[in-house]
């Protein structure tokens, strides 16, 4: 089974993957995940990408295709994979169908989550993640047990740089202007579905099991 889940920052895609991916035995592939370790362990790539990511911007679609292939093509990826954050252009989407149906492979099912951008604001600015299993929290809407620390793995709670600063509106534009028109992209192809994010979590992933079932 190989999942895309589309939809703006702060819709509920990290969260959201974790259930699927547990529930597919799939692989969960986030590709913002993947830049910020990039950046931790101080790679070419982190270091190319930092600039970018601050502003709020898209990093270049060879590079993150690049990134992508190599880590869909590692053998933990050949049951499947749950995708959290690419495609995010079409020039990404049209090289990962390319590259898919080469091997005889497709997109089973694109998400997309839908919420309303003074939702996404709240989401975003009162977001806290895990340094060490990237787990995302809500100050509010989805406390950790204990303060400032993850649930699954005791990682320290750190808040992303780009989800306190102008890069919040930036990234929702930027949503709007080159990633909504996949929407278009897939929906001609049949295979996406609408899901409803301004529900609560536990909402949202019922929705979501019941699609992929
Ligand atoms: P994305 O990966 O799409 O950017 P996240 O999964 O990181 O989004 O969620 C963004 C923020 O919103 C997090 O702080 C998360 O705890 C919170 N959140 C996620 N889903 C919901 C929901 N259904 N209702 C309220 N808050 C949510
Ligand atoms: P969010 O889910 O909150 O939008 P991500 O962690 O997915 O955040 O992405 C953070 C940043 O990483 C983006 O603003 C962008 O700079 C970069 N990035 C992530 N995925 C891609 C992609 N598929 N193409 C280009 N840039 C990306
Ligand atoms: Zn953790």
Redesign the pocket.
Known sequence: MRIV?L???????????KTISETLAVIHV?S?DLLRENQNKGTELGEMARGYMQKGLLVPDDVIIGMIQDRISNPDATNGYVL??FPRTLEQASSLDAALSSQNQHIDKVLN?K?SDS??I???S????CRDCQR????T??KPKKQGMCDECNGELYQREDDTSDAVSKRIQVYSNQTAPLIEYYKERGNLVEIN????????RKDLLETIS
């Open positions: 889940l939809g703006p920052p702060g819709a509920g895609k990290g969260t959201q993957a986030a913002g959290d954050g989550i919420v939702e996404l709240v989401r975003l009162g977001r806290w993640i995302p929290y809500h100050e809407n989805s994010g301004e529900q609560s979590i536990e909402d949202v």
